[in-house]
């Protein structure tokens, strides 16, 4: 088996479907439960949240479509036979959602140069290098 075989554009757009379907369930959750949001004070609840269910919610949803929808009304790789095979195909898709967006993110950054943001972020110039002093010109020198 060679990885051509799992990796076809029905995984990658199932993988940009869940990291959109966890981007619009992070944001309703967050605007319910402010108390989870980043923005406010760290409590157990926000740590449970983006510790362990945010991190393992996109595997959780890979694996229930998977096991939901048959094999006749997704194309599958070849090599996803039986149901067990379809769950761990569907987790792996999952965790592989994640670590897709920020690979597009990059590239598409690196080259094209288009610096991508999701609705709430924001996209932020570069910092400036605080060790460079500008250098300044005596007003003698023209």
């Given at each position: 088996m060679n990885l051509s075989s799992?990796?076809?554009?029905?995984?990658?757009?199932?993988?940009?479907?869940?990291?959109?379907?966890?981007?619009?369930?992070?944001?309703?959750?967050?605007?319910?439960?402010?108390?989870?949001?980043?923005?406010?004070?760290?409590?157990?609840?926000?740590?449970?949240?983006?510790?362990?269910?945010?991190?393992?919610?996109?595997?959780?949803?890979?694996?229930?479509?998977?096991?939901?929808?048959?094999?006749?009304?997704?194309?599958?790789?070849?090599?996803?036979?039986g149901r067990m095979s379809r769950v761990l195909y569907g987790v792996g898709t999952g965790w592989f959602s994640s670590y897709l967006y920020v690979v597009l993110k990059f590239l598409l950054k690196k080259e094209w140069g288009i610096d991508v943001a999701l609705p709430g972020e924001s996209v932020k110039p570069p910092k400036s290098d605080e060790s460079v002093k500008p250098v300044e010109v005596p007003k003698d020198a023209k």
């Amino acid at each position: 088996m060679n990885l051509s075989s799992v990796f076809t554009w029905p995984t990658f757009f199932l993988a940009v479907s869940i990291n959109i379907l966890m981007l619009v369930l992070r944001r309703v959750v967050q605007l319910w439960l402010p108390t989870l949001a980043p923005e406010t004070p760290r409590t157990l609840a926000q740590n449970v949240w983006e510790r362990v269910i945010l991190p393992t919610l996109p595997a959780a949803l890979g694996a229930v479509f998977c096991l939901l929808v048959p094999e006749s009304s997704f194309a599958y790789p070849a090599v996803v036979v039986g149901r067990m095979s379809r769950v761990l195909y569907g987790v792996g898709t999952g965790w592989f959602s994640s670590y897709l967006y920020v690979v597009l993110k990059f590239l598409l950054k690196k080259e094209w140069g288009i610096d991508v943001a999701l609705p709430g972020e924001s996209v932020k110039p570069p910092k400036s290098d605080e060790s460079v002093k500008p250098v300044e010109v005596p007003k003698d020198a023209k």
